[in-house]
């Protein structure tokens, strides 16, 4: 038999480069699910703050703002922001009685936004019988998220 100096010595520092590049490639991925993880929490929560601004803005309905809209114009409304949330909602008459409402929420860090989402929702203008402008909801579109280019 021949006899091999080192050969142990070799063998072990192979199996420990080997598991270092397995734990290191392991923790790579971990580290960016969890990026991925909360990019996407991020995105939710801005689209989320969006459909709520676009909620309270049906249901806080300013009828005489909107009555006097021409077709084509557009009424910019800021809500309060709940840092790091801030919002803005766009009204626009689209004929005689439908107005899209589009809100956008976007997530705000360092005065710099981080996050942008909106969310656009079809309404009705009808009177009732109090003759005060209302919102109602179209039926046939729920909701649709915007997406920038």
Known sequence: MKIRAGFALVAALLALILIAVLVTGALFAT????RASDAEMLDQKAASYAELAALNAIADWNG???????????????????????SS????????ALFL?????????????RLRRRVAL????????????????????????????
Do not use: H, K
Not at 31 to 34: K, L, P, R, S, V
Not at 64 to 74: H, K, N, W
Not at 89 to 96: A, E, H, I, K
């Open 31 to 34: 580290n960016q699910e969890t």
């Open 101 to 113: 409402v589009v809100g956008e929420g976007r997530i705000a860090s360092g005065g710099a936004t």
């Open 122 to 149: 079809t309404v009705r203008s009808v009177r009732g019988a109090d003759s005060q402008s209302r919102a109602m909801r179209v039926s046939e579109q729920a909701w649709a998220a915007i997406y920038q280019m």
């Open 64 to 86: 005489p703002a909107c009555d006097a809209l021409a077709v084509g114009e557009v009424i910019i409304e800021s809500p309060a922001a709940d840092s790091p949330f801030e």
């Open 89 to 96: 909602v766009y009204v626009t008459r689209l004929d005689s």
